[in-house]
């Protein structure tokens, strides 16, 4: 017999846990997705023997929800981070420099003029991104250098990097990698400042090379030393289709989570939802897996903590 659709209610100020499942009651549209999602989230954090791979894009590391990937990476909930080159832009540069509130509207013009940045509705003034992280990035690559290394995978990069951030930065995402041994691997690592860094440091020291073979050795060891493996995907990308690259290797991943708001009607692979990935052998036709339609920096809060509070009970 077909469920009845229940009415929300929100006032006995519900816990996060309590509100999704009321959503799920409640047959809403997008709002029944966030529910199925949050079950599958938090089936994948408490399944301590399936290798995790959390991807994303770096604009959300721009925002507040750094702190929401930075917990699942320190609380031991995620075993590998493949991403692209501005999360390590966004995160070194945040970890010394505050980035700003804006809006969509302001004069883009102007805020040139004034060596102001805007990314989506956030500002950022100059001086807090390109030049701290490339004077940063020069003492951390000076230091690699005086050392003996002449070869950079984008694994060893993160973890030089993370290593240069003060450990009161809780809400770093590489300093918790590196705290906690889970392995960065940035496949596009010349998009971005970091990446022009690493090229402009090369300009004087011709012999060093980057080694994203060894980057690319790692993720094979996690794919098939793994008894199970599972991915949390958010947005697009190239850290997407290298996540799901990987595991159609070992058949596919037996546990998918998709946040995006890509359209699949244009083929993209940032859009494409979990089920294309099965035809490709990257997720099992046995996974548990789903797409949830939305803003990231408006589901993963709600949905990781809600899964957390799931969990940890």
């Known amino acids: 017999m077909p469920r009845r659709v229940e009415d929300i209610?929100?006032?006995?100020?519900?816990?996060?846990?309590?509100?999704?499942?009321?959503?799920?009651?409640?047959?809403?549209?997008?709002?029944?997705?966030?529910?199925?999602?949050?079950?599958?989230?938090?089936?994948?954090?408490?399944?301590?023997?399936?290798?995790?791979f959390l991807s994303f894009p770096a604009d959300i590391v721009a925002t507040g929800t750094r702190g929401v990937l930075a917990t699942l990476v320190r609380e031991g909930y995620v075993d590998c981070v493949i991403t692209t080159c501005g999360t390590l832009d966004h995160d070194l540069a945040r970890a010394f420099r505050p980035y700003?509130?804006?809006?969509?509207?302001?004069?883009?013009?102007?805020?040139?003029?004034?060596?102001?940045?805007?990314?989506?509705?956030?500002?950022?003034?100059?001086?807090?991104?390109?030049?701290?992280?490339?004077?940063?990035?020069?003492?951390?690559?000076?230091?690699?250098?005086?050392?003996?290394v002449r070869s950079l995978s984008t694994a060893a990069l993160a973890k030089a990097i993370g290593a240069a951030i003060p450990r009161s930065a809780r809400s770093s995402i590489l300093r918790?990698?590196?705290?906690?041994?889970?392995?960065?691997?940035?496949?596009?690592?010349?998009?971005?400042?970091?990446?022009?860094?690493?090229?402009?440091?090369?300009?004087?020291?011709?012999?060093?090379?980057?080694?994203?073979?060894?980057?690319?050795?790692?993720?094979?060891?996690?794919?098939?030393?793994?008894?199970?493996?599972?991915?949390?995907?958010?947005?697009?990308?190239?850290?997407?289709?290298?996540?799901?690259?990987?595991?159609?290797?070992?058949?596919?991943?037996?546990?998918?989570l998709y946040l995006t708001t890509a359209v699949e009607w244009d083929g993209s692979l940032s859009g494409a939802r979990t089920r294309e990935a099965v035809s490709w052998g990257k997720v099992k036709p046995t996974a548990r897996h789903t797409t949830v339609e939305g803003d990231i920096t408006v589901l993963l809060p709600l949905m990781v903590g809600a899964a957390l509070e799931r969990v940890r009970r």
């Open 9 to 52: 209610e929100i006032d006995d100020a519900p816990s996060l846990d309590r509100l999704v499942r009321r959503m799920e009651a409640a047959g809403g549209f997008s709002a029944k997705q966030v529910a199925e999602g949050v079950d599958l989230l938090a089936r994948m954090l408490d399944d301590r023997s399936m290798t995790r």
């Open 100 to 148: 700003l509130h804006g809006a969509w509207d302001l004069d883009d013009a102007d805020l040139h003029r004034r060596h102001l940045y805007r990314l989506g509705n956030l500002v950022i003034p100059e001086a807090n991104y390109g030049r701290i992280v490339e004077r940063k990035m020069r003492a951390i690559l000076d230091a690699q250098w005086a050392a003996g």
């Open 176 to 256: 918790a990698a590196l705290d906690r041994e889970v392995p960065v691997v940035v496949p596009g690592i010349t998009d971005g400042a970091v990446g022009s860094q690493l090229w402009l440091f090369w300009q004087d020291h011709k012999a060093l090379t980057l080694d994203l073979f060894s980057d690319e050795q790692l993720l094979s060891d996690l794919v098939f030393e793994a008894e199970r493996t599972g991915a949390i995907l958010l947005g697009g990308g190239i850290s997407k289709h290298h996540a799901i690259w990987w595991n159609q290797f070992r058949d596919g991943l037996d546990a998918a």
